[in-house]
T-cell receptor, first 114, second 116 residues
């Protein structure tokens, strides 16, 4: 079965601290992995994606993620969090090719404190 | 990147009425579009796959007679919530991707439906 697990429902970090959001996936084919961010009442914004090549991918807003096939993980990181990063973060997986829908994790809510 | 639009962005309706939500791919053609629903503080759940020129494919538990999907052209899919009830209040998001090898999906900004 295809699934995405985000173990942390809610994370609170101090502004300026580093951040790591965890994502594990189960997918029967070669995965195509994404991280999205959603502010309250807003749509999804793509932070970064991975489908092949270098397993460390850089995204927007200073985020990066590392694909580890052996661990079926695609964790999102940021070295220094800003207050504006407070939002809901979703990890998603899709097929490497073909027009197929994405499977989303339940999301991790990030709070940033001063 | 490619752009997907949705209209309206927000709609409030009375219980029992029908509401139509449009999803458009603005700069590419999409033979397939996807409709997701997101309840407050929850993740996106796939409702159905909209196929141009053919019937939509619904996920288990989604009532096809309640959520009518029409994909009449390569750039437009519509979702009609028929006889809406308060429990249908949700955030509806569509996605689409240009034809090609890699599965690149672009998401619309979403439609907030509130049924009174």
């Amino acid at each position: 079965a295809q699934s995405v697990t985000q173990p942390d429902i809610h994370i609170t970090v101090s502004e300026g601290a580093s951040l790591e959001l965890r994502c594990n996936y189960s997918y029967g084919a070669t995965p195509y992995l994404f991280w999205y961010v959603q502010s309250p009442g807003q749509g999804l914004q793509l932070l970064l994606k991975y489908f092949s090549g270098d397993t460390l991918v850089q995204g927007i807003k200073g985020f990066e993620a590392e694909f580890k096939r052996s661990q079926s993980s695609f964790n999102l990181r940021k070295p220094s969090v800003h207050w504006s990063d407070a939002a809901e973060y979703f990890c998603a997986v899709g097929a490497y090719s073909g027009n197929t829908p994405l499977v989303f994790g339940k999301g991790t809510r990030l709070s940033v404190i001063a | 990147g490619a752009v997907v639009s949705q209209h309206p962005s927000r709609v409030i309706c009375k219980s029992g009425t029908s509401v139509k939500i449009e999803c458009r791919s603005l700069d590419f053609q999409a033979t397939t579009m996807f409709w997701y629903r997101q309840f407050p503080k929850q993740s996106l759940m796939l409702m159905a796959t909209s196929n141009e020129g053919s019937k939509a494919t619904y996920e288990q538990g989604v009532e096809k007679d309640k959520f009518l999907i029409n994909h009449a052209s390569l750039t437009l899919s519509t979702l009609t919530v028929t006889s809406a009830h308060p429990e249908d209040s949700s955030f509806y998001i569509c996605s689409a991707g240009p034809a090609g090898v890699y599965n690149e999906q672009f998401f619309g900004p979403g439609t907030r439906l509130t049924v009174l």
